[in-house]
């Protein structure tokens, strides 16, 4: 079914709610399954902000679930999902070349690089950097859209990653615990962003920081915290001649980071400049630890 017949869905689910749980003054008492899984989807929680769950809801959420589920896209689209103050960007979504509903998929999510701009929907193909992926491993990719006003080491950027996987987990089938977060440059250093806000208590089982350096978040008056830094596996990949991000202050980083214990792999390809053009000589090994990994077991590398 189209993403446009998946929201209509959603769509009449809303309607159907709206008429219902009023209070005698004619105000919404509480927020019904319809009308709270339809903002989910939307991510636009901000607009029942306040309001409580109505009652013995949750059978009708896990209705709504799989019915979500078995409607939704069977292959590649893109979706317009919203900030919590109803900001719209662009979702893109990868799924495997032979989708089936009835199995289970670990989930990554890309985060693109290049956000300096005004775009908002930069995520709409950017999963495609990690498409090639699916040659080893089955795997859905999803990527948001980041920009100059939502990176990703902000609290903007920071509930776009949060929401895509919150997104991909209604209407798709993913596997507990094989969640993982991967990006490229920009996206690279919002991995160890993320790593360093939430590492176990956060979604994903471990990272891919690709051309990135996470060494610069403090400049970018984000802090960095060793301990959550510590509990989830990060692999790090740069190329010998970047120069954006040169590898001796790369190699420098990850030394600090092996110091006090964070379970990072280092890999340098020294002849390739920023970026990830040499991908297809990583897709085995970024699908091996997609098997490897689980947020089950926060030391396996």
Same mark, same amino acid.
């Given at each position: 079914?189209?993403?446009?017949?998946?929201?209509?869905?959603?769509?009449?689910?809303?309607?159907?709610?709206?008429?219902?749980?009023?209070?005698?003054?004619?105000?919404?008492?509480?927020?019904?399954?319809?009308?709270?899984?339809?903002?989910?989807?939307?991510?636009?929680?901000?607009?029942?902000?306040?309001?409580?769950?109505?009652?013995?809801?949750?059978?009708?959420?896990?209705?709504?679930?799989?019915?979500?589920?078995?409607?939704?896209?069977?292959?590649?689209?893109?979706?317009?999902?919203?900030?919590?103050?109803?900001?719209?960007?662009?979702?893109?979504?990868?799924?495997?070349?032979?989708?089936?509903?009835?199995?289970?998929?670990?989930?990554?999510?890309?985060?693109?690089?290049?956000? *300096?701009? #005004?775009?908002?929907?930069? /995520?709409?193909? %950017?999963?495609?950097?990690? &498409? =090639?992926?699916?040659?080893?491993?089955? @795997?859905?990719?999803?990527?948001?859209?980041?920009?100059?006003?939502?990176?990703?080491?902000?609290?903007?950027?920071?509930?776009?990653?949060?929401?895509?996987?919150?997104?991909?987990?209604?209407?798709?089938?993913?596997?507990?615990?094989?969640?993982?977060?991967?990006?490229?440059?920009?996206?690279?250093?919002?991995?160890?962003?993320?790593?360093?806000?939430? *590492?176990? #208590?956060?979604?994903?089982? /471990?990272?891919? %920081?690709?051309?990135?350096? &996470? =060494?610069?978040?403090?400049?970018?008056? @984000?802090?960095?915290?060793?301990?959550?830094?510590?509990?989830?596996?990060?692999?790090?990949?740069?190329?010998?001649?970047?120069?954006?991000?040169?590898?001796?202050?790369?190699?420098?980083?990850?030394?600090?980071?092996?110091?006090?214990?964070?379970?990072?792999?280092?890999?340098?390809?020294?002849?390739?400049?920023?970026?990830?053009?040499?991908?297809?000589?990583?897709?085995?090994?970024?699908?091996?630890?997609?098997?490897?990994?689980?947020?089950?077991?926060?030391?396996?590398?």
């Amino acid at each position: 079914m189209a993403v446009a017949a998946l929201m209509a869905l959603a769509a009449m689910f809303l309607a159907s709610c709206e008429s219902g749980h009023k209070s005698t003054d004619g105000k919404s008492a509480c927020v019904g399954a319809d009308t709270l899984f339809y903002h989910r989807l939307r991510g636009d929680l901000y607009k029942i902000a306040g309001k409580e769950r109505c009652p013995n809801q949750l059978n009708r959420l896990t209705e709504l679930t799989d019915s979500a589920r078995l409607t939704s896209p069977d292959t590649a689209h893109s979706v317009t999902v919203s900030d919590s103050d109803g900001t719209p960007y662009a979702l893109g979504i990868g799924l495997p070349y032979h989708f089936d509903r009835n199995r289970s998929y670990p989930l990554i999510i890309y985060l693109h690089g290049g956000i *300096g701009t #005004d775009i908002s929907t930069k /995520g709409e193909r %950017a999963w495609e950097m990690l &498409g =090639g992926l699916r040659d080893s491993i089955d @795997v859905i990719i999803a990527s948001p859209s980041g920009n100059r006003f939502a990176q990703w080491w902000t609290p903007r950027g920071m509930g776009r990653i949060i929401h895509a996987v919150r997104y991909v987990n209604t209407v798709y089938n993913i596997v507990p615990g094989k969640i993982f977060l991967a990006g490229v440059s920009d996206g690279a250093t919002g991995c160890y962003a993320f790593a360093s806000a939430a *590492g176990g #208590d956060g979604p994903f089982a /471990g990272f891919f %920081a690709v051309s990135g350096f &996470g =060494g610069m978040l403090p400049r970018l008056g @984000v802090r960095l915290s060793i301990d959550n830094l510590r509990k989830r596996p990060i692999y790090n990949v740069n190329g010998g001649k970047d120069r954006l991000y040169p590898i001796e202050a790369v190699n420098g980083f990850i030394e600090y980071l092996r110091g006090e214990g964070v379970p990072v792999t280092n890999r340098t390809y020294p002849d390739e400049e920023h970026g990830f053009d040499y991908r297809e000589r990583e897709y085995s090994e970024l699908a091996e630890r997609i098997r490897g990994w689980s947020s089950r077991d926060s030391t396996s590398r």
